[in-house]
């Protein structure tokens, strides 16, 4: 649903996210078709700045938040910290100690503690959107990767709109994506933890 690279501007770099869907209306889409994807664009743009807004409100140091939303040649993009040196994720840690799996697993747990006190579901947590990046002998715990996120006083409503790694979701994930009615909340993040 997106591509990416990493851009720079004013001398520093950021990892820039080019969103696939939707797409604004050209100046010639027939006038039904052109009012159904602008109502799509206004929706998706308005959803997409209050996460972004949120995210920015998560107390520590825990999330990568988006830094800059706009706009460009009928696509929308996201640009967020780049990352400069590689970072591991839960994906490619390894086998751990079970202590250290304890204090990752606790990190996470407050990461997403303080994520949903600002009303924000990931929607997509898996192992590769957990960064951990090296502080000496510590590890920090960073989320990334909230195209799938949403708020959960305005969750997703469209079956489109709902994606994830079938591993993680919920139930109440592939019954959106299938059209049934269910209701979306931060639980969705409690069950990908669990798994």
């Keep these: ?33 052109k009012v159904r994807q602008q109502t799509r664009c206004d929706t998706f743009e308005r959803r997409k700045r209050a996460l972004y807004a949120a995210l920015r409100c998560v107390l520590g140091d825990c999330v990568v ?28 840690l390894g086998v751990v100690t079970p202590r250290l799996a304890r204090q990752l697993l606790f990190e996470l747990a407050r990461c997403l503690g303080r994520l949903h006190a600002q009303g924000v579901v ?8 957990v960064l951990l990046q090296r502080e000496g002998e510590n590890l920090r715990v960073r989320l990334i990767d ?3 996120g949403f708020l959960e006083e305005d969750p997703p409503t469209e079956p489109r709109d709902m ?5 993680y979701l ?9 059209g049934e009615e ?8 409690t069950f990908a933890f669990g798994a």
């Design 170 to 178: 919920a139930p109440e994930a592939y019954l959106r994506m299938c």
């Design 163 to 167: 994606e994830g790694d079938p591993v």
């Design 65 to 92: 938040p988006v830094t800059d939303f706009f706009p460009f040649e009928g696509r929308y993009f996201a640009a967020s910290e780049y990352i400069a040196e590689f970072q591991e994720t839960f994906d490619t």
């Design 182 to 189: 269910a209701i979306l909340t931060r639980k969705l993040d």
């Design 146 to 148: 909230f195209d799938s």
């Design 1 to 33: 649903s997106a591509r990416w690279c990493v851009a720079q501007k004013n001398g520093n770099r950021y990892f820039l996210k080019q969103f696939l869907t939707p797409v604004q209306p050209g100046a010639s889409s027939p006038p039904k078709l």
């Design 122 to 129: 990931h929607a997509d947590l898996k192992p590769e959107h």
